[in-house]
């Protein structure tokens, strides 16, 4: 299997243009350049029907047409435009720097500048989902992980589920497929497009059937090991990204948003950006019933690795010792039954600050009993983060009560920056 994948591995080197080109330019250069910019979304001649055609209908027809192989004005504009998304200088030439991103790796998906939510929306909230394929850098258990946590995280945000159910009834098809898989939009080896996703159309029109389904690149090498390895993508960020257009969302601008068209590494949590898009589309998430402890609650697991410790009021501060690691404990109250009613797990909000990057949240599991119901790990959390949530996909009754054990990791540095304050958690609980 590794054998096979090599062969199909090709060395994507982005535009094949030289550097410097600029208004007044002709040639194959230029078309080069110019089929990038069409290929996702600055110019006009969009390809056929799907993703492109779902994605962009809001503004396909106001996209500039520019004169193949002429540097015109029209090419300048897409070019500057690709630049503000791609957070480069606005400069309108093809320099360096821009020809280093066209090579970066990224989503399939064309480019809209702003979060803008044009791609439609799901008329229920409870989604299912399918494999119909697996990736053989991967087994089954581990490639089901990353997808539940890149569900789990924008259902921490939403009213939506997701369960994974038959191929025949299932709204989101995922594949790990490579080239001409027959949807239209080939895969082009390594390193150049790693995923892409189709939207879901507007109701109350049916959704046909590939609408939803979130296609990944197998010539790439997936890994939820962070950090990766060299040659490697993190599966559950792109996961992540993708199912963002899945559920209707465009590619955002904003530097550390999910929805960033480039794979920049390991990015396992929302950004503001992504969570104003995805609440644009589908409402926020309205706590029902939710419980919480003061952090002078916490548990803590090993203290030997503890250099100090000591409860302020309503919170605990802790100083891990230098580069160790630990977890730190809660028992969340929870009302298992009200009413004869048992109740559904909603998100886990934790509230904490950190001394910086020497103290890092890297894992956040939350449990049901003993049972753990989802991992979110490596989010590596550091700073403030006074309301930070971490959902469930598939909303499950709750059976016994629940529980969040968060991983910390302890660096090198200054007592201060291995400081951590454990503010408060808590746990919504829905009819």
Known sequence: MATAKTEKRTSRKGVNAKVGLALGASGTEVDALQKYL???GYLSDPPPAGIV???SHSIIDSRPVAKVGEFDDSTMEALRQFQAMAGLPITGIFDEATKAKTAAPRCGNPDIAAFVATGGRWATTDLTYTFSEFSPDLNPALCRQAVHQAFSTWAGWTRLT????PAATAHIIIRFVTGDHGDGFPFDGSSGVLAHAFFPGTPPAAPTPIQGDTHFDEAETWTLNVPPGAGQIDLTTVAIHEFGHALGLNHSPVAGAVMQ???GGPRRVLHSDDVS???SIYGGYNIAEASWVHGTSIQIELPDNIEFVRRFGFFTRIIGRANTTNWFHFAIPTPVIVNNVRKTFGPCMLRFSTGGASALVRDVHLYDGEVRVVAHNNVNLSGSQPFTRFGVAHAPKVLWGVGISIGVTFGGGTAASRT??????GCDFQP
């Open 38 to 40: 069409k290929k996702f």
């Open 53 to 55: 055609a779902q994605e």
């Open 420 to 425: 951590m304050d454990f503010i408060s958690a």
């Open 162 to 165: 997701f369960r994974e159910g």
């Open 277 to 279: 898009g995805i609440t």
């Open 261 to 263: 068209a480039f794979y």
